[in-house]
């Protein structure tokens, strides 16, 4: 299975700051990856897929970049409510798989 | 608007088998196009994808689980199932029911989630 690996692990920064966020893939994933956002005690919510496209209701702020096995989503000036997990996934080959996370802490 | 709800027993015993229904709302599962996935999440922890079912019945599970999974469909409900059997405490999780395909390559729509402690 495609190993997703995300860093860092944690990033502590402040509002209104850029937010710049890894996932590396084991092997070629193609632009077949998502990204989603995740606040304690909910769902996750999709952002980003197919590596750049942002999802529907996603604000400008947030973007994606990246294709083969070298993916980050962006967020260009970090709101209070942007604070919280971030899970990069992969849809190219079965099982799907997602990173380990990171963390995106208020400084 | 589609909306996916998790049902299912909160308590397991060790040994038994999990069993969780997703209801979709707001939408047809046999409209096609879209497969219907279980994920789960440990808690404190990353996501974990157990296995995807389509409307046709056509299922494909991880294969770390794949000897303990089984998903079905019944489309006259509307609704897609989750069977975990052999169940330990490593099992305890949230579990999500999620959709998958359409226009996003990624899963746009969850429900929110249902969490299932494996004891005695």
């Known amino acids: 299975e495609i190993v997703l690996t995300q860093s860092p692990a944690t990033l502590s920064l402040s509002p209104g700051e850029r937010a710049t966020l890894s996932c590396r893939a084991s092997?070629?994933?193609?632009?077949?990856l998502a990204w989603y956002q995740q606040k304690p005690g909910q769902a996750p919510r999709l952002l980003i897929y197919?590596?750049?496209n942002r999802a529907t209701g996603i604000p400008a702020r947030f973007s994606g970049s990246g294709s083969g096995t070298d993916f980050t989503l962006t967020i260009s000036s970090l709101e209070p409510e942007d604070f919280a997990v971030y899970y990069c996934?992969?849809?190219?080959?079965?099982?799907?798989?997602f990173g380990q996370g990171t963390r995106l802490e208020i400084k | 608007q589609v909306q996916l709800q998790e049902s299912g027993p909160g308590l397991v015993k060790p040994s038994q088998t999990l069993s969780l229904t997703c209801t979709v709302s707001g939408g047809s599962i046999s409209s096609g196009g879209y497969y219907w996935s279980w994920i789960r999440q440990h808690p404190g922890k990353g996501l974990e994808w157990i296995g995807y079912?389509?409307?046709?019945?056509?299922?494909y599970y991880n294969p770390s689980l794949k000897s303990r999974v089984t998903i079905s469909v019944d489309t006259s409900k509307n609704q897609f199932s989750l069977k975990l059997s052999s169940v330990t405490a490593a099992d305890t999780a949230v579990y999500y029911c999620a959709r998958d395909g359409g226009d996003f390559n990624a899963f746009d729509i969850w429900g929110q989630g249902t969490m299932v402690t494996v004891s005695s």
């Open positions: 079912i389509y409307y046709s019945g056509s299922t």
């Open positions: 996934q992969q849809r190219s080959n079965w099982p799907s798989t």
């Open positions: 197919d590596a750049s």
């Open positions: 092997q070629s994933v193609s632009s077949y």
